[in-house]
């Protein structure tokens, strides 16, 4: 069977929102959630909305983002407060946790849309999420929120793609991830904690590193970086000690291994194959959020 090239796709994905008559877009400023709220602004105009869900989880520098791609795009957007971290079953950061944080979005959006008489609920997930462990994808299905990209078949190559034919400026930005998803699981999650990991990014972030994680071991900083960056961390290596080491962290280590998604469920693997003792949850497919 013959894969679907990109134009084919991007008519799908418009044919697909035109068929929904109107949207609500769970919008977090990353590049696929902005690609799919510039396309459903392009088809739907004042019947698609972005909707951005803020809370100690997501990154400071994220909420602006997602204010300026909304005015840049010319649609209709508004900032909610969530509360996943005051959820006790969030915070204690068993694998479960994105399923808490997702249920928690699409419940506080579900009458966003009621009462701007939007049709359906969107998010930003894509075919390659499926290559990793992703509960969230529980609540899409019990929410009845829809997948546009994922279910014209894009990839994170056709969203970059087609992000630099329509001009949006997150072309080529990084994949994003709460600040939730740094912590290893098991390992309870704090507000302070959440601050700490934020500030120790935004000051990593200032030496030019795009695609990098601060992953929080208590007392542990460990870095992940792509290859092409980690001489720029040597190099600014004992700036980044000192300024991590006054956020409260006793060690800062390099991850020689670098920079991949979802290292986090690295130490899930072996569990997979196991009997899981609440399979309403653990046992779902994998899919993207």
């Not at 902005?34 to 951005?52: I, N, P, Q």
Request: overall charge negative; glycine content about 8%; aromatic content about 8%.
């Amino acid at each position: 069977m013959n894969t679907p090239n990109l134009d084919e796709k991007y008519r799908r994905l418009q044919d697909d929102l035109a068929g929904m008559g109107s949207v609500l877009v769970a919008f977090s400023a990353g590049v696929d959630s902005t690609l799919l709220l510039k396309v459903a602004f392009d088809v739907l105009g004042e019947r698609a909305m972005g909707v951005t869900g803020v809370s100690e989880s997501f990154p400071e520098d994220q909420k602006q983002d997602a204010l300026v791609l909304a005015q840049w795009i010319g649609v209709r957007h508004r900032f909610i407060d969530t509360d996943e971290v005051h959820n006790a079953k969030y915070m204690e950061n068993n694998p479960r946790r994105c399923y808490y944080c997702r249920n928690e979005l699409y419940t506080r959006l579900t009458p966003i849309a009621v009462a701007e008489g939007l049709a359906a609920i969107c998010e930003g997930s894509i075919v390659d999420d499926a290559t990793d462990f992703r509960p969230g994808m529980l609540a899409i299905r019990e929410h009845g929120i829809r997948s546009p990209l994922k279910d014209t078949g894009f990839t994170k190559t056709d969203v970059r793609e087609l992000s630099v034919r329509l001009g949006l400026p997150t072309a080529d930005k990084p994949s994003l991830a709460c600040l939730s998803s740094r912590f290893p699981y098991g390992d309870e999650i704090t507000v302070e904690a959440l601050s700490q990991v934020g500030r120790a990014e935004a000051f990593v972030r200032s030496f030019g590193v795009k695609q990098f994680r601060v992953r929080h071991h208590k007392t542990l900083a460990r870095i992940e970086v792509e290859s092409a960056d980690l001489l720029r961390i040597v190099e600014h290596r004992e700036e980044i000690v000192e300024y991590l080491k006054t956020l409260g962290y006793t060690y800062v280590t390099l991850d020689l291994q670098g920079y991949r998604t979802g290292s986090m469920n690295e130490t899930l693997k072996p569990r997979r194959q196991e009997p899981e003792p609440e399979p309403p949850l653990l046992a779902i497919e994998t899919g993207g959020i």
